[in-house]
């Protein structure tokens, strides 16, 4: 298996709502992280988990709260989102810090 | 803080011609530098990936090459298709983290 592979592909969502993506790979890599991309920009990183444990954050309002519960698995929780949130989410890992990323397919979220 | 830019921000080609995108970060001290090809609307495909101890890498048709000394970078792809068109992305890995460059739209013409 050489994927990472997220769901849902697509997602709407109230800004009142409570939901979670999720996003797992089984190449034995242990690093995985998550970013942001929004329309015609780059992707912008917003955790890095290394040995299922949060390396870094930047500065990422607390509506969104990551977890690592293994090191397969990665899943972003959303909570009282706002319509700038609004984006597609991509998850991405690696065998090492420093190593060759690769990423998922994403999940396009929008907040109304 | 590192900076990444690319140049031009978008190309475009008739089919066969060879070409090259560029790249180009601040801050010297990078582990490595990924290539990835994005759809519209998909996740990012890795094409090439260069250990700061590497000059160059292949793959097929495509080329990259390192020069840390002046912080460049260079995607070089030959004899190109219209199955190319995408956005081309660079990434400089350091500090624990990638930080990319806002990509050049490549479109070649049939």
């Known amino acids: 298996d050489t994927e990472v592979t997220q769901t849902p592909k697509h997602l709407v969502m109230g800004m009142t709502n409570k939901k979670s993506l999720k996003c797992e790979q089984h190449m034995g890599h242990r690093a995985m992280y998550w970013y942001k991309q929004k329309a015609k920009k780059p992707p912008e990183l917003m955790f890095v988990?290394?040995?299922?444990?949060?390396?870094i954050n930047e500065s990422v309002p607390s509506r969104f709260s990551p977890e690592c519960p293994n090191s397969s698995l990665l899943n972003l929780h959303l909570h009282a989102l706002q319509p700038e949130d609004s984006a597609l989410y991509l998850c991405?890992?690696?065998?090492?810090?420093?190593?060759?990323?690769?990423f998922g397919p994403g999940t396009r979220l929008t907040v109304l | 803080k590192q900076e990444v830019t690319q140049i031009p921000a978008a190309l475009s080609v008739p089919e066969g011609e060879n070409l090259v995108l560029n790249c180009s970060f601040t801050d010297s001290a990078i582990y490595n530098l990924q290539w990835f090809r994005q759809d519209p609307g998909k996740g990012l495909t890795s094409l090439l990936l260069i250990q700061s101890s590497q000059r160059e890498q292949t793959s097929g048709r495509l080329n990259a090459s390192l020069d840390k000394s002046s912080g460049r970078s260079t995607l070089y792809i030959a004899a190109s298709q219209p199955g190319d068109s995408a956005t081309y992305l660079c990434a400089a890995f350091n500090a624990g983290k990638s930080t990319f460059g806002d990509g050049t739209t490549l479109t070649v013409k049939p």
């Open positions: 988990y290394s040995y299922e444990k949060l390396s």
């Open positions: 991405a890992s690696s065998h090492r810090l420093s190593n060759e990323q690769f």
